[in-house]
C-alpha cells in the first residue's frame, strides 16, 4: 500500500499545487520562507487568537493540525490533514479565519481550505520559546516538514468520515441503552482492555449503533494523549475495499493498512452474511488486530448467536469480547431524547407535544428525529409557534402510520399510564376521586372513540350499568368546558390514541 499512499498524498499535494501555480510555495520550498516570516507571525497570531477563542478542547479536537500553505496574491490556502477535517474547519471556522486573517493582514480577501500536509512545527517554533534542537543535518531539517505519522494517515484514508454530532455528548441515556452506552465509553476511555475486546453492539434499527461508534471514533481522535489511530466503516465498505483490493492486486497493501490500525470499527456487519470471502478476510483481519492488542468494535442487527449464515469461527469470536445491547426505546428515553433535540435546535416544542410524540413514534430514534425536524422546520418556514393542532397536520402521513384501530383496552391503558393508576382500576369498584376521575375520562373516550354502546361500554368498566357510562360522559364534558387545562389533558390523551 505504500505505493498507493504516496500516490495518494502527492495527489493532494498537486491539488494545492495546481491551485497556488506561480505562487509561493511555503511548505515545499524553505528558501522563500524568511521573507515571509512576517506571514508566518500572522499566522502563529491567528493560532492564538483562535486557541483563546474556542478552548483548548475544541482548538486540538479541530484545529491544532492546521497549517499555513501557500499565498497566492490575496488567497492563502491553509492545509489541514484530512477531507474530513477540511470539511469541518471550512464550515465551522472559515469566516472566523478569514476575519482573523484581515485584522492581521487587510491584504488578504479569501482563504481557501484544503487537504494536504504543512509545515506545521515551522508556525509552532516561531510561538515557542526554545525551538526543539535542530537535527544534525540540514537535509534532515527539510525531511520535518511531515509530520503527520503514517499511521495518521493510513487510517484516515481507510476511515470513512465521522459525523461530528454523533458525540457521547449529544447521545441520551436511558434504561434500553445505558449498558451500551457505559460499554462505548469505555472503550473509548480504555481501548483493548480486558472483557472489552471486541466490542460487540447489537440492537434493531435506528437505535443509535452507528452514533455510539462514531462517539468512540471522536473520542479517540479528540484524545491527544493516546493518538490512536481509528478506522471506521460499514461492513457494505469494507466488502468493496477488499474486492477492489483484489481487482487491482493490491490485497497485500489493504491488509497491511488495515492491520496498522489501533482501532477498527465495522458497523452492520449482517451485511457480510453469505459473502464468504469477505467474512474470511475480516476474520484475519481481525484475529490480528486482537492478536496485537487493538481494539475492535462491531455492530449489527442481532447478537453473535443469531447472526446464522455468519461463519462459526467468526461468530465465536465476535462474542468473545463484551456483547451489548441496545434495546426499544421507552416512553421516557423517546421523551428525552426529543426533548434533548429540541433543545439542541434552539427550538421551542410544547411538552406536550413531545409527549404526544413520544406516545406516538415508537418505532425508532431515527423516525422521532426525523418527525421532530420536520416539525421544527414547517415552524420556521411559516413562522408559527408548534401546537398539537400543527403537529398533527403537519407528520399526518407519519402519525397515520403508526395509528391503530383504537379498543377499549387500549384506552384504559393508556388512562391509566397516563395518571399513574393500575390498568385494573379501570374496572375496580373504588370509589376514591384520584381513581373514580380517570375511569371516567377512559369511559367517555371509549364513547368518543369506539362504536361501542353504552351497556358494552359499561361492562368492560367493572360490568357497571350504561346510565353510570351516560353520567361520566356528562360530567367529563361539562367539567372540560370549565376547566381548560383539565380539557387540554383530554384532548391530548384522545389525539394520542386516534390521530
Ligand atoms: P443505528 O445505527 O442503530 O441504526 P443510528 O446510530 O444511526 O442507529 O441512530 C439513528 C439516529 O438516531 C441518529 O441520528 C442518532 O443520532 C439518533 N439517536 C439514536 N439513539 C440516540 C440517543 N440515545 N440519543 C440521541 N440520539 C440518538
Ligand atoms: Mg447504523
Known sequence: MRGARAGESRLEMNEVRHLSAGSMLLQDDPAVLPADTALVHQWAHIRTRLQVEVGEVEYRSWLRQMALGAIDGDEITLLLPSRFLRDWVRNQYGERILALWQTQNPAVRRIDIRVGVGREGLAESLTATPPPAPAAEAPQTAMQSTPVRPAMRSSEEMSAALDPRFTFESFVVGKPNEFAYACARRVAEHPASQGFNPLFLYGGVGLGKTHLMHAIGLELS????????????????????????????????????????????????????????????FFHTFNALVDAGKQIVVSADKSPSDLSGLEDRLRTRLGCGMVADLHATTFELRFSILQAKATRASASVPAKVIEFLAHKITSNVRELEGALNRLIAHAALFARPITLETTQEVLHDILKVHDR?????????????????????????????AVARPRQVAMYLAKQLTARSLPEIGKKFGNRDHTTVIHACARITELMAKDGSFAEDVDLLKKMLES
Do not use: C, P
Open 222 to 281: 479528540r484524545s491527544q494523549a493516546r493518538q490512536s489511530s481509528v478506522a471506521y466503516m460499514s461492513a457494505e465498505k469494507f466488502m468493496y475495499r477488499f474486492i477492489a483490493a483484489i481487482r487491482s492486486q493490491q490485497t497485500l497493501e489493504f491488509k497491511d493498512q488495515l492491520r496498522s490500525v489501533d482501532v477498527l470499527m465495522i458497523d452492520d456487519l449482517q451485511f457480510l452474511i453469505g459473502k464468504d470471502n469477505t467474512q474470511e478476510e
Open 405 to 433: 384501530r383504537v379498543t377499549i383496552d387500549e384506552i384504559q391503558r393508556r388512562v391509566a399510564e397516563h395518571y399513574n393508576l393500575r390498568v385494573t382500576d379501570m374496572s375496580s369498584a373504588r370509589r376514591a376521586r
